[in-house]
């Protein structure tokens, strides 16, 4: 299954109600909103509020990522807006089992990412205990970036074990998705793909972006 998440980020804020209300036509899967605290990455994003606004104008599942040092702290609002994942990352924790373990306990799927610097190795030790396995393909929190290529074999290691182990878990990346980018993405295992710029700047509308990803992808998974 392909699934493409369209990162809010992207999206006009001055037209943001229109532009996220816009993504139940375009049948984006997901609606991905980056939480960056200015500490765990540079910059500083959106929280509570703007999150909850973007949930009233959408019927499209929220998709966290809480690029935060502290992500137990976010999950007390988090639970009130019944996000359907919960991403955080593995280098800001100290035990991710259990931080996946309360995830799932507020009624969400638990969702680990690392950065690119991070071994693959280091998140297929969690696929267990994980809903969304989540490979960074950029340096988090850093805009204007390009896709990481040399991240394929990272995403082909954690796909392999996911098959071997008979997982069910997503296999999510985001960093440079666009039309080209998520072919050797979804070549490699990858099965969800958040992309802003590729969704919210397509001239053709959000519809026809998101199904151009779609149609790529999935010929990338055919071949």
Known sequence: ??????????????????????????????????????????????????????????????????????????????????????????????????????????????????????????????????DVALVMTVEPGLGGQHFMGEMIPKISEIATAIRAGGLSTMLQVDGGIDVETIRAAAAAGADTFVAGTAVFGHRAGLGAAVDALRVNARAAVRN
Do not use: Y
Request: charged share 20%; proline share 6%.
């Open 1 to 130: 299954m392909i699934r493409i998440a369209a990162s809010v980020l992207a999206a006009d804020f001055a037209r943001l109600g229109e532009e996220v209300a816009a993504l139940d036509d375009a049948k984006a899967d997901l609606i991905h909103c980056d939480v960056m605290d200015g500490s765990f990455v540079p910059s500083i994003s959106f929280g509570a509020d703007f999150i909850a606004a973007v949930s009233r104008c959408s019927r499209v599942p929220l998709d966290v990522h809480l690029m935060v040092r502290d992500p137990v702290s976010q999950f007390g609002f988090l639970e009130r807006l019944r996000p359907h994942i919960i991403s955080f990352h593995l280098e800001a924790v100290d035990d991710p089992t259990a931080v996946a373990h309360e995830i799932r306990s507020i009624g969400a799927l638990a969702g680990v990412a690392i950065k690119p610097a991070t071994p693959g190795g280091r998140l297929v030790e969690l696929l267990p205990h994980i």
